[in-house]
């Protein structure tokens, strides 16, 4: 006897006013959209439904209808954006006809992420990605007479713990795939779109009901374009006629007509229970008529009302009995469906062997005996997903749902552990750590596939590690998120969220009071998962979105399970650490967005504060600690406080260290501090200590392969060169940035180096001419770094890195201006005018596209200064006394040295303001030289000497002022030096700096023998 299968279509019963619904837009004139979700419990014939719409689209209504194929949610291969994008686009397009720009830039993201380039840039391309897919199928709709997307098991769609969901809002995050839909499908033109689905019963601690909020959205999204249709059961004609068509397969009468009323009215008219019946009739069950008399004693409920609590009773004894009789373990596949009901990822000879011990041919022999019952299904990886396995055998979802109910087998679960462990430790352990291995020999290119496989394995093994202990396997549910988090691999991150939501939700039977038992309460869940969403936001390059949750948190941190507020005196161990981590991603959030800010440095240190002291940390703790002391050093950095940066930046060195062996766990982070401290300690002129520092970062990136990293420290490499004087490296270190940049195609990475080949070439000339040689050459090295700027600034060109522009308009600008200084040395000062000319424009832009000057007050100081310097070579005095004034009134009287008036700076000041203010007294100097005022000119010198004494007692610029000096005195007169110099003596001794400027005048005096 044959019985035909769901996938060789029996012919479809029923349904005709939900065909005539979509045939009504199927074929609508003109160029119309829709969106229609069809509904019911399980095993009423949604699939089928989507699978006649497919015979339609695909057998009768002609050319120019594409169908994307079925998109079942229910698959592991379905549960990302990135993933739904790939499938819908392969099944609509399949000839590759269009997409070309989608499928081009979804080849350069893939291998840009796992290259490791800039979160921030991955994010702009992500979102890129989903106007692409947009404009793919809006392109191909226009030539289309109609584009048809299906998606079934839409319910899956609303997994995610309710207090996070409801509580952050995150149903609007796109990187969740129920969004991604409502977002994209919204956009599309001339499509029919169909949702079918079952209503899911809420999360045990969820407010609201996830089957209306999930028909809420949808009419939200797709507004007038929307119709919901509740499947109905068959009628009792309809249950006939089903059973008609297996009738006329067998050649002879399966159910006789006696019964055809109570057997309507126990399996409810739900198709699943009447092709069980069939399968039980005609191949599970020895004889038929034994069967058949498990109805007698229910004969008198044919006419039973609905609500009657017998015939519910009955139906349930009747559901339970055909389960128990098909899993009968002497029935030829009746045992082993006992065990395949436990393992709901699918199974194949190869899984049934290792799980169960099924030697392979018998293995094979099953497979095929499985396969013509109705409640199997057959499953490959779709159209634009890389195949794990070949093809799978699930049973039909309602099915899962009845077998493992306590009310109708409740000792199937038995093994339910053994066989988890069996999967784990025999199929997926091997498999995955074949792959791990295999990736670390392979390029970038080739880990693609492989990373891809990688990662769904490690999801379908998450749900057996779960089942098998649900504390070893949440660990590993956290470490692969946390993992997914770091390296912005967005698609696998979301499908770790789901399947661990979708096992820690069920109900029947309760997963929840598995991890209870083993300690692991609802409230830590809670709490993991609220900071597990700050995590993704942090490293994924989303710092408005880290902004919002991290407030949300803070306004209402109980809402969270988490009880470390202000006016919590005590906290756990776990809250205390969990908010630390928080606080320092919210405070590098806020210095990505508007940079310095004392109001959040004030708020991270109270929460540093609130954490034990290092020595007695736990873990978390320290963590904490070495994340937020990063942030508070990130954030004095950008305010340019070089002490208190370099201050918690020790701290978090220390804290790092202090994570022993798991450091390398974090090892990413903690290469970008040490990047972070060389640069502050190279500000200050610690260059002893900037040097194995920024070695120590660079070994430590390259040792794990983050080219992005790599780049971003070679290019703090090359700016500490610059300090040091060694240009030469420099440039070095800033073309070897350059390279790796290319390769990741990194806008920002780009210009950065740029701006540092650029800086070395600059300062390379500019030695050239302090030198007093080779002009034509330094000449030359200016216009080859006027020319890297302007890449730079082509670059960022129309983009959104907007914070770079000021800094390259102001190493444009110092360009321009010693191109006009050795322009007027070797050729007049006629000539020169336009350069300054293109200087003092320059200098202006980034005055101007500073977005929070009120952040960059040094830096603007500086630029101002380098503005007076260029408008004093035009001899522009008054402008240049206008432009010193300017500096003075953005920074407070407080750090000023006045001699004539013994005010000296007060102690503790933050060092920020003193070297623009050194600068500044250096070019009044300047101007006195200009007058022929020596003694002014040298007292400047000495003052601007107090100040970088005051910004860091190893101040670079200290070291090149004793020359100035001498250069420029040299040729005056002994007896005027002489005099200079006594003057000089007298007026230092009767005046305050608040530090020693003996020695200076000491070594101007023995360089000129006076």
Partial sequence: MTIPQLGERIPLVGRKEEIELLKKYLYAPGSVRHYLYFWARGGLGKTRLLEELERIVREEAGPRFYFSGIIDLYHTDMHSTSDLEKVIIEGLDPQHKYFAEYRQERGKYELLRERGTDPGILEERRQELGKLFVKGCNDMAFNAARLVICFDTIELLQYESSV??????????????????????????????????????????????????LVADMKKAFDADFTEVELQPF???????????????????????????????????????????????????????TILQLFDQYMDLSDAAEDDPRLEAARQDIERRILSTIL?????????????????????????????????????????????????????????????????LFLHDELYRLLTSQNVIPYLRMNERRIANALVRDYYDPRITKLEEQLKESTPEQRLPLREQLQKLQVERLYYMLVADPCKGYAEYKRLTEEANRRRWVGFAMRLLDEFLRFYNTREPDRR??????????????????????????????PERVV???????????????????????????????????YAFWTSAHAKISGYNPQIVECALAMLQRLPNLVDCTFEQALARARLSTRIGYQYRLGGMLDQAARYYIEAKAAFRHLGERLNDYEDEYAQLLNNLAFVHAKQGRMALARPLIHEALRRNERRGSIY???????????????????????????????HFRELEDVRGLALAYQDIAQAKRLMAKHELEKGRNQEKAHKMLEEARDTLEKALLAVQNTSIVSIIPELYAELGRIYRDLGHITRQIQSFEEAIAYYRQAEDQFNLALQTWQHPEAVTAERADTLQDLAEVLLALGDRRRVEETLKQIGKSISEDYLIIPDQQKVPAEGLPTQYFSPLGKVEMLRGQLALAD???????QHFIIAYAYFMHFSVEAIEKATMVEYLYNHLLDEPLPRQQFLMETIRAWVAAHKFGVDVAPFVQALGDLLGV
Avoid at 932 to 938: A, Q
Wanted: hydrophobic share 40%; with cysteine.
């Fill in 932 to 938: 022929g005022k020596l003694e002014e000119y040298v």
């Fill in 164 to 213: 996070v969901e409801e509580k952050a809002g995150l149903d609007i995050a796109d990187t969740r795939v129920k969004p991604w839909l409502l977002d994209k499908l919204a956009q599309l033109h001339n499509v029919v779109v169909v949702f079918a689905g079952r209503p899911k019963l809420p999360a045990p601690d969820e407010v609201t009901d996830p089957q209306a909020r």
């Fill in 513 to 542: 009071a598995l991890f209870e038992e083993v300690g692991i309460a609802n409230a830590q869940v809670v709490k993991e998962s609220a900071w597990m969403w700050v995590e993704r936001f942090e490293w994924w390059g989303q």
């Fill in 709 to 739: 990293h790599t780049g971003l420290t070679l290019s703090t490499a090359s700016r500490i060169a610059c300090m040091r004087g060694n240009h030469s490296q420099a440039l070095e270190y800033g073309e070897e940035a350059l390279k």
């Fill in 328 to 392: 009968n373990n002497s029935g030829e596949i009746g045992g082993y469906l006992a065990n395949i009901a436990l393992m709901p990822k699918g199974i194949d000879a190869e899984i049934l062997n290792v799980a169960l011990g099924v030697p392979l041919e018998e293995a094979n022999c099953l497979l095929e005996n499985l396969k013509p019952l109705s409640f199997i299904k057959q499953y490959k990886s779709p159209p634009g997903v890389a195949p794990l396995r070949g093809e799978l």
């Fill in 235 to 289: 009628t009792f004609e309809e249950t006939c006629a089903f059973l008609q068509h297996f009738e006329e397969q067998a050649g002879q009468k399966l159910v006789p007509d006696a019964y055809l009323d109570v057997v309507h009215r126990l399996t409810g008219g739900r198709p699943i229970l009447l092709h069980l019946i069939v399968d039980w009739l005609t191949v599970l069950a020895p004889e038929s008529q």
């Fill in 548 to 582: 919002k949750l991290a407030d949300q948190i803070f306004t209402e941190p109980e809402a969270f399970s988490i009880f470390c507020s202000d006016e919590t005196p005590i906290c756990s161990d776990q809250d205390l650490a969990l908010m630390g981590n928080i």
